[in-house]
């Protein structure tokens, strides 16, 4: 497959999928395809593994199952927010590395380092308050 033509499917598989996670709540798409496809990209894989709990350890697994989701969606948790960190820690370094490295440029003058740097700090800063 050439570059052009994946470039092209990722596109509109994209599109669509945007399409679906926006516009798939609304009462105008109730009971087609994109209402189906919106449930199972956003709330049916969290419904099938409260249904497997309960069907596998019964009360006992809907408790767990209440507490997973409490713990993971409902809640302040301090291991997310460090898995989304080292994203973008990770991200800004190899940026720094790759792109700093080629400032000042034509268009783009030296300060833009400073602003970018401050930017991200600012960023991140809102994250943790948040």
């Given amino acids: ?15 669509a999928f945007l399409f679906v996670m926006l516009f798939g709540e609304l009462a105008m798409f109730a009971g087609t395809p994109i209402s189906t496809a ?5 709330n049916g894989p969290c419904d099938a593994a409260h249904w497997l709990a309960v069907a596998v350890g019964g009360e006992r697994g809907e408790r767990m199952s209440e ?8 809640s302040k948790t301090p291991w997310l927010q460090a898995v989304y960190l080292a994203m973008v820690a990770g991200g800004y370094h190899l940026y720094f590395n ?5 400032l000042p440029v034509p268009g783009v003058p ?3 380092m400073y602003t970018g740097t401050a930017t991200v700090a600012l960023v991140l800063a809102a994250f943790m308050a948040a």
């Fill in 98 to 102: 790759n792109v700093f490295a080629m």
């Fill in 38 to 42: 919106h449930y199972c990209l956003s």
């Fill in 1 to 15: 497959m050439q570059f052009t033509s994946f470039l092209l499917v990722y596109g509109c598989a994209f599109a």
């Fill in 110 to 112: 030296l300060w833009h």
């Fill in 67 to 74: 507490r997973c989701n409490m713990a993971l969606c409902e």
